[in-house]
């Protein structure tokens, strides 16, 4: 019973170099989000997903990328990594859409030297 | 500026009191909240919801009460247990100008619940 996962779990990254941070659920939801959080912070959405093939920003998407080619999954993208993107990050999914109670992953740690 | 407020950043509690973990919010267009529990190295995991056109919903220990004139929610834990300290999250939704819904969380409150 995995539900969502993601990896990698810890991560350093030198400024301007790219990663993809993945994330992939076995619920069968169709609907995926990927948070960040900052100390001290709420979580923020950075992009959701209500399918397959269809993803969309949400509150601070700019040095992000993602895609959703399956149900499954849900990577985002790091084209060229910032100190300012040094933070956690959830991802989560829920079978209804957003307002609906969500799942989320064990986080990934990343930081940005 | 924040939407969602959690202005308490840390609560204790002595065990078998109760627990009041307050949540403000600031847009009037917000019509369910949840409140999301999390535990170091953990995600957050959903506790509890609530309609805006409730005001009030219970669930074994937890319960949650909403004041939309005040626009004011809480979340009262009886009685609280150890195994309750963790950092609380309150998550507001509403419709935005898209299609589809978005949810604001709130930064938290870590409540520490002393045997």
């Known amino acids: 019973n995995a539900g969502v996962t993601q990896t990698p779990k810890f991560r350093i990254l030198k400024i301007g170099q790219s990663m993809t941070l993945q994330c992939t659920q076995d619920?069968?939801?169709?609907?995926m989000y990927w948070y960040r959080q900052d100390p001290g912070m709420g979580l923020k959405l950075i992009y959701y997903?209500?399918?397959?093939?269809?993803?969309d920003k949400g509150e601070v998407p700019n040095g992000y990328n993602v895609s959703r080619s399956t149900t499954e999954d849900f990577p985002l993208r790091l084209e060229l990594a910032a100190p300012s993107q040094t933070s956690v990050y959830f991802c989560?999914?829920?079978?209804?859409?957003?307002?609906?109670?969500?799942?989320f992953g064990d986080g990934t740690r990343l930081s940005i030297l | 500026d924040q939407q969602v407020k959690q202005n308490s950043p840390s609560l204790s509690v002595q065990e078998g009191r109760i627990s009041i973990l307050n949540c403000d919010y600031t847009?009037?267009?917000?019509?369910?909240f949840l409140w999301y529990k999390k535990y170091p190295a953990e995600g957050p995991t959903f506790l509890i919801s609530i309609s805006s056109i409730k005001d009030k919903n219970e669930d074994g220990r937890f319960t949650v009460f909403l004041n939309k004139s005040a626009k004011h929610l809480s979340l009262h834990i009886v009685p609280s247990q150890p195994g309750d300290s963790a950092v609380y999250f309150c998550?507001?939704?509403?419709?935005?100008?898209?299609?589809?819904?978005?949810?604001?969380f709130g930064p938290g409150t870590s409540l520490s619940v002393i045997p």
């Open positions: 998550a507001a939704v509403g419709t935005g100008g898209t299609s589809y819904d978005k949810v604001i």
């Open positions: 619920m069968n939801h169709n609907y």
């Open positions: 847009n009037s267009m917000f019509d369910y």
């Open positions: 997903s209500v399918g397959a093939g269809i993803t």
């Open positions: 989560a999914s829920s079978y209804l859409g957003v307002g609906q109670p969500q799942h």
